[in-house]
């Protein structure tokens, strides 16, 4: 832990002085720093695979570098998809690197994609603030399960389903339930990956994803799905 808390403050440090502010640690799981017109919130998350949360809101007059109601806070990775083209590949980390690269590349990722995607907010008095947040409502609506998804065996379409986390298959809900067989032929998001890593056995993920699903059969663990599909984009 004490490893990943000097990343953080190496790379998120940089990227605050970057913006002519300073990094301040108010604990071991919290830290903060305010730009002229943006405040930025980093929560560090311990456990098996610790990881952290980037939230940014409009700077206030009263504000400090630490706030207890975070109420109003956008996700960086709300901002990343508001500002990035449409299929933008999430970045992925390789699975073979050991518990501590992978902690240091996970950090890299953040701190880079808030120096970048976050720049306007940052630094920029005109940000489309509330642009972004109307983004957040409409995806919101959007990731409501359709009543019916159409499945086009052997074609690319996109789906929404439940990841079941201890039995590696995903729930579709479409005329009827049925278990698809995911086989990962992309980089799994870090947000995803983190919930997947420390995950209990109980554990069920709503994912998004553009994937291409084979014809009825026998798949997965004991052939208890009836389909497989590939995964191209989560």
Same mark, same amino acid.
């Given at each position: 832990?004490?490893?990943?808390?000097?990343?953080?403050?190496?790379?998120?440090?940089?990227?605050?002085?970057?913006?002519?502010?300073?990094?301040?640690?108010?604990?071991?799981?919290?830290?903060?720093?305010?730009?002229?017109?943006?405040?930025?919130?980093?929560?560090?998350?311990?456990?098996?695979?610790?990881?952290?949360?980037?939230?940014?809101?409009?700077?206030?007059?009263?504000?400090?570098?630490?706030?207890?109601?975070?109420?109003?806070?956008?996700?960086?990775?709300?901002?990343?998809?508001?500002?990035?083209?449409?299929?933008?590949?999430?970045?992925?980390?390789?699975?073979?690197?050991?518990?501590? %690269?992978?902690?240091? %590349?996970?950090?890299?990722?953040?701190?880079?994609?808030?120096?970048?995607?976050?720049?306007?907010?940052?630094?920029?008095?005109? %940000?489309?603030? %509330?642009?972004?947040?109307?983004?957040?409502?409409?995806?919101?609506?959007?990731?409501?399960?359709?009543?019916?998804?159409?499945?086009?065996?052997?074609?690319?379409?996109?789906?929404?389903?439940?990841? !079941?986390?201890?039995?590696?298959?995903?729930?579709?809900?479409?005329?009827?339930?049925?278990?698809?067989?995911?086989?990962?032929?992309?980089?799994?998001?870090?947000?995803?990956?983190?919930?997947?890593?420390?995950? !209990?056995?109980?554990?069920?993920?709503?994912?998004?994803?553009?994937?291409?699903?084979?014809?009825?059969?026998?798949?997965?663990? !004991?052939?208890?799905?009836?389909?497989?599909?590939?995964?191209?984009?989560?």
């Amino acid at each position: 832990m004490i490893a990943f808390q000097k990343s953080v403050e190496e790379h998120f440090g940089r990227v605050a002085q970057s913006f002519n502010s300073k990094l301040e640690r108010h604990s071991s799981h919290l830290y903060g720093f305010l730009t002229k017109y943006a405040l930025v919130i980093i929560r560090v998350h311990a456990g098996h695979l610790p990881t952290v949360c980037v939230n940014l809101r409009e700077r206030r007059p009263d504000d400090t570098s630490v706030v207890d109601d975070e109420t109003g806070m956008i996700g960086l990775g709300v901002l990343k998809w508001f500002r990035a083209p449409p299929y933008t590949p999430c970045e992925g980390i390789a699975a073979e690197l050991s518990v501590e %690269a992978h902690i240091k %590349a996970q950090i890299e990722i953040f701190a880079a994609n808030l120096s970048n995607y976050g720049q306007p907010f940052l630094n920029d008095p005109n %940000a489309d603030w %509330a642009g972004a947040r109307a983004w957040l409502d409409e995806r919101i609506k959007i990731m409501h399960t359709p009543s019916e998804q159409k499945v086009k065996p052997g074609q690319p379409n996109d789906y929404i389903g439940s990841y !079941n986390v201890h039995d590696a298959w995903i729930t579709m809900n479409l005329l009827k339930l049925e278990r698809w067989s995911p086989i990962f032929e992309c980089n799994i998001p870090l947000q995803l990956k983190a919930v997947l890593d420390s995950a !209990n056995d109980n554990l069920y993920v709503d994912i998004s994803f553009r994937g291409i699903p084979s014809e009825k059969g026998r798949y997965g663990r !004991n052939g208890a799905c009836i389909r497989e599909v590939r995964i191209l984009q989560i």
